[in-house]
């Protein structure tokens, strides 16, 4: 990675914007899922360690521009707090008084730990970036109000790295060139961010092979840049969750009232003929779950792929003989990319296939890179999460920068 570390930078004494990415699920006030929280602490600890004060910020979900109660970061911060065992300054707004004031209130604060007991914190979470439209438009205004906090930033939150959004993207400018009293670099990428850039980075360029990727999911349309990347990269491509309709039905098979693109059916056919003429391995499922209804009490039956007795049944899973043959297919893998499910795993009887992908996955002895969303959903629930090399907190993210696409949150880091 040729951008500045968290490590090239001078933080003693200073006011340290990391942008992080706090977007956790949050049902009746609790957070349901604090990995992301948890993947950020090396670097909040790094940078108190080092003398800052830490100034933490972050989205959280939709709330369109405008401030929203449900929207808010202060259980992020309640949780922050218990995991530090430190106090959090929780900032009310993200800009203007109320953030400047909390920012002031860390920085008067002690520097050791065990001083804490003198109110100080040293750690501010600003309220969410979202509850302003400047954030998502990029504005300039917005970026110059967020940059005024701090006299260093850093970018930790690879899950937004692919929005051109003021705190990941027009701040940095802010904080692109040394001032004079200060020659050192003033922006850099946090521990998160390098070790997410260097794994995938590695899967771009010099993978130890055999490389196979596993890709799944709903939609052929949500991964087509991704496929085509690949396919220029990989020894084998697994397919599986219900996007493998789309190619079935390109190549005249029967897919009853399976979740079909009609208008991505020429992409699949190519997505075909470029594997081929590539070398690449390219294996859809040989057999399904078919069901009536995504339900858990349905009635399901194992036909082979292509059987027309599917009738008006739809296909929700890989099947156990599919199972069995991506197993193989990834047994002597070296490196492995998984990004998407095989069927509807959320669901008991459409989970198996899922589940035995994620323990093959976990099995294999070389570098297993898990990209975000449904697939971390999948390895947790198989209990096989230990065992994987790298779990991308970047579902859209990770999706972008493996279809070789520029990450505006990246682009923007000084280089070296």
């Given at each position: 990675m040729n951008k500045y570390s968290i490590k090239d930078l001078e933080l003693h004494g200073k006011r340290v914007f990391i942008r992080v990415d706090f977007n956790v699920p949050i049902k009746n006030g609790a957070i349901t899922d604090d990995t992301r929280i948890m993947s950020s602490l090396p670097t909040i600890t790094y940078a108190l360690n080092q003398g800052a004060t830490v100034i933490l910020a972050s989205h959280l979900g939709r709330p369109k521009g405008k401030p929203t109660p449900d929207f808010s970061l202060k259980p992020v911060a309640d949780r922050l707090s218990e995991l530090l065992k430190r106090k959090i300054e929780f900032a009310p707004d993200c800009i203007g008084a109320p953030a400047k004031n909390a920012v002031l209130a860390a920085q008067h604060g002690p520097v050791h730990r065990s001083a804490e007991r003198e109110g100080g914190s040293q750690i501010v979470l600003l309220e969410n970036l979202r509850f302003h439209s400047g954030e998502e438009k990029n504005d300039p205004a917005f970026a110059k109000s967020l940059a005024e906090l701090a006299d260093v930033y850093v970018d930790d939150a690879f899950g937004a790295a692919h929005r051109a959004h003021a705190s990941v993207a027009g701040i940095v400018e802010h904080f692109s060139s040394p001032k004079p009293q200060a020659p050192s670099p003033r922006a850099g990428a946090g521990f998160l961010m390098e070790k997410e850039l260097r794994y995938l980075g590695m899967a771009l360029g010099q993978p130890d092979r055999p490389f196979v990727a596993v890709i799944g999911g709903a939609?052929?349309?949500?991964?087509?840049?991704?496929?085509?990347?690949?396919?220029?990269?990989?020894?084998?491509?697994?397919?599986?969750?219900?996007?493998?309709?789309?190619?079935?039905?390109?190549?005249?098979?029967?897919?009853?009232?399976?979740?079909?693109?009609?208008?991505?059916?020429?992409?699949?056919?190519?997505?075909?003929?470029?594997?081929?003429?590539?070398?690449?391995?390219?294996?859809?499922?040989?057999?399904?779950?078919?069901?009536?209804?995504?339900?858990?009490?349905?009635?399901?039956?194992?036909?082979?792929?292509?059987?027309?007795?599917?009738?008006?049944?739809?296909?929700?899973?890989?099947?156990?003989?599919?199972?069995?043959?991506?197993?193989?297919?990834?047994?002597?893998?070296?490196?492995?990319?998984?990004?998407?499910?095989m069927g509807v795993f959320e669901v008991a009887p459409f989970a198996k296939g899922t589940l035995a992908v994620a323990n093959a996955v976990a099995a294999i002895q070389g570098t297993t890179i898990i990209g975000g969303g449904d697939s971390v959903a999948a390895i947790n629930a198989a209990g096989v999460a230990d065992k994987m090399t790298h779990i991308s907190t970047g579902g859209g993210a990770s999706l972008e920068f493996l279809g070789g696409a520029e990450l505006p949150g990246v682009a923007a880091l000084p280089d070296k």
């Open positions: 939609k052929v349309s949500d991964k087509i840049e991704v496929i085509e990347s690949m396919l220029g990269r990989v020894d084998r491509l697994l397919i599986g969750g219900a996007m493998a309709y789309t190619f079935f039905k390109a190549l005249g098979m029967p897919v009853g009232k399976s979740l079909v693109e009609e208008d991505k059916q020429d992409a699949a056919r190519s997505i075909i003929d470029h594997a081929k003429a590539r070398g690449v391995v390219l294996q859809l499922p040989v057999d399904h779950v078919v069901a009536d209804e995504i339900d858990a009490a349905a009635k399901t039956e194992v036909l082979k792929v292509g059987d027309a007795a599917i009738g008006d049944r739809m296909g929700l899973d890989i099947g156990p003989e599919s199972a069995r043959l991506y197993a193989a297919l990834l047994a002597d893998a070296k490196t492995v990319v998984w990004n998407g499910p």
